[in-house]
């Protein structure tokens, strides 16, 4: 298994591109940098999906068939 900086990574794409890190279960694991509103939305129904924030703080906006549901995530130097 190859250990990978995810920080540097980001650091040498600032530009905010989705990364490639490695593969999962069949699935791709990646990393992005986001600043401000993400102009995307997203739908994944058949896989889950998995949020570690570096820094600062991540508002996610859940569609489920009850309605929204906003989650809140900080980072981890917080806890």
């Not at 997203?42 to 309605?67: A, C, I, K, N």
């Amino acid at each position: 298994m190859e250990i990978t900086d995810l920080k540097q990574l980001l650091d040498a794409n600032a530009n905010g591109e989705f990364l490639d890190v490695a593969r999962f279960n069949d699935h791709q694991f990646g990393t992005c940098r986001i600043t401000g509103t993400s102009p995307y939305w997203e739908m994944h129904p058949d896989t889950d999906e998995f949020f570690y924030v570096l820094e600062g703080t991540l508002e996610l906006t859940l569609l489920l068939d009850s309605g929204t549901e906003l989650i809140d995530i900080t980072d981890v130097e917080k806890f």
